[in-house]
């Protein structure tokens, strides 16, 4: 356990549950998790901050997908085959992140969040209710390749944001429901959670004690997100998820121009 105060450790605890929270309706939880880390732990390596996330993260994610599977009408099969896409895709977007600038990609994902946060606004029947029509080859070759593929690298990249990028793909390619949608990004998640901490474990960037004392308050916070989001609807997600985005948006805007 890190030489951290007893006020800053109940500090991190809360922020975890309510990152768990956030997470489990929408995707975002780390815009929350991994700024809360950074201030507790000032002088840990960037790579132990990253990967004690990951080591709460995965927890509440692992969580919220076994209450989102067994009420929601999730397709395992397929969330686990776009999730093993986005674990290549995060891997290699992992690898390149080091060669390309992250502020130059600021605006344009500024952008797509601003255009999501108006189809969102103005077309209040998105992701309201699932489409009775039947979902085409296609499409779900697309999903695979635009929310397994691309999102995966872009995590792998940036990352802030990748559970709500999920969640919009997995809506408009697929024509899920919102709830459908965020139950399917979870276990999605939990693929590239996965990956992500299996190197920083091997690479010993984990702060074990903190993590799993922070696990259980994600854990909690997630299965109350999800049993909200169950209970709710598509209109309580909806109306998180344009929190979540100008949040995401004001985010980045600050590292880009702060």
């Known amino acids: 356990m890190p030489d ?7 500090v991190l605890c809360v922020a975890a549950a309510a990152a768990g929270w956030i997470d489990a309706v929408v995707g975002g939880g780390g815009l929350l998790l991994l700024p809360a880390l950074l201030i507790g732990l000032p002088n840990a390596h960037p790579a132990t901050v990253l990967g004690t996330n990951k080591a709460v993260a995965i927890v509440g994610t692992a969580g919220a997908a076994v209450t989102y599977a067994r009420k929601a009408p999730v397709d395992v099969k397929l969330a686990v085959r ?5 674990l290549a895709g995060s891997m290699g977007g992992a690898a390149l992140a ?23 606004i103005f077309k209040p029947g998105f992701g309201t209710a699932p489409s009775t029509a039947p979902v085409s080859r296609q499409r779900v070759l697309l999903a695979i390749g635009l929310a397994g593929l691309g999102i995966g690298f872009y995590d792998g990249l940036i990352g802030p944001g990748t559970g709500t990028f999920l969640v919009l793909a997995l809506t408009a390619l697929l024509h899920l429901d919102l709830v459908t949608a965020s139950a399917t990004a979870k276990i999605v998640n939990c693929c590239t959670n996965a990956g992500a901490l299996a190197m920083f474990a091997y ?16 854990l909690a916070g997630g299965m109350i997100g999800a049993r909200m989001a169950l209970k709710k609807g598509s209109g309580f997600v909806r109306a998180v998820l344009l929190t979540v985005v100008s949040a995401l948006v004001l985010k980045l805007g600050f590292e880009q121009w702060g």
Do not use: C, E, H, Y
């Open 4 to 10: 951290i105060s007893t006020t800053m450790t109940i």
């Open 98 to 120: 080091g060669g390309i600038s992250k502020d130059a990609l600021r605006p344009l994902i500024m952008g797509v969040l601003v255009v999501v946060a108006g189809i969102v």
């Open 203 to 218: 690479q010993g960037m984990v702060l074990w004690r903190l993590a799993a004392l922070m696990a259980v308050f994600n």
């Open 82 to 86: 776009i999730g093993l896409a986005a």
